[in-house]
């Protein structure tokens, strides 16, 4: 067996509520410590903390505050140099933009500029978060989809990319019971997961729905996800104007936040993804694994993930109509429904296993570490 590679990763969130914070704690899991030994530096302490510390990884608290309290980002950076100079790891894994603007130059300072790797789970393009994460040093920037690394590549200073798809728990889950939710059995059940954000697309969704409606179709709407982060404020209670004025009160129910999506998913008949630009879309591999066929736009991540009429079914924009269309056709077809989601769920297995993501980004930062570069 190799020697175990000791990673830092730097984490900007306080909870798990998105799929990169999904993607991170499924790598902490399932990674065997004699392999790789992950160390965390969380930059907002609070229960994702404790969930790691609870895998027994070791983790260190940073405190950085807001980006505009420069004061507070100056002592960050200082503690985080003090620790990697402490601890000498092999590579500094900045999880995320907001990690990488205070790692990197922690790292810089400690000496070790040449262990870096930003891990960019989204979609550069042009904010300056992007453009300053990426002029800091970094020996690669991963990514979660090809589309990600294209649009990385664009930006300048070049970097080294590599990419390692998101992987999910493979098993099936029993599917909440829609009486607990208050949703007539009878009613075809179409949801949409994630946080609540506009380009996320949950009133393209309940647009669709009312469309839907007026198709002859009375399928219910579930909205699982809250406001993540602060990152769109109002967004929710924008939402909550759109149900009634679209006729949708009885029609749609509406959870929130909840820690595991994945029984919500497996009492849909159909999920919607009406994201735009969808850097990947874990929630499109919960959905195949549990056998429920999606719709997404056919954009980025979700054509790295649905093998058109076969594993799901993709629609050439962000329109609420090609959505309900597209729904409606497969609502009306039960047996076409059925052979999706067998081959969906097949296909999930087979690709987006957690445990063989885990060792796949294993490899990708071996090779990182272990690569002969210029000066070496």
Known sequence: MPEPLHALVCVPWRERLGGAEAMLWSVLEHTDAQRVRYSVAFLEPGTFEEEVQALGIRTFRVPTGRLREPRAGGAAIRRLRTIIRDDQPDLVINWQTKAQLYGAPAAMGAGRSDRVVWWQHGMPAGHWMDRVATALPARAIGCSSRASAVAQAAMRPHRTTFVVHPGVETE????????????????????????????????????????????????????????????????????????????????????????????????????????????????????????????AVSDAGPREIVDPGVTGVLVARPDPALLAAAAHTLLRDDARRARIAAAARQAAVDRFDAKAMAFALERELRALVHERRPGD
């Open 172 to 295: 099936r889950v029993d599917a909440i019971h829609r009486d607990a939710l208050g949703i007539p059995p009878e009613r075809p059940l179409v949801g949409i997961v994630g946080r609540l954000q506009p380009w996320k697309g949950q009133h393209r969704f309940l647009d669709a729905l009312r469309r839907l409606h007026e198709a002859g179709c009375p399928a219910h709407g579930l909205l699982v996800g809250g406001s993540a982060h602060g990152f769109s404020p109002g967004y929710e209670q924008e939402l909550c104007e759109l149900i009634p004025r679209l006729g949708l009160t009885d029609w749609v129910t509406t959870v929130g936040h909840v820690p595991d999506p994945r029984p919500y998913i497996a009492a849909m008949d159909l999920l919607i993804s009406a994201s735009v630009k969808e850097p990947f879309g874990i929630v499109l591999l919960e959905s195949l694994v549990q056998g429920v066929p999606v719709i």
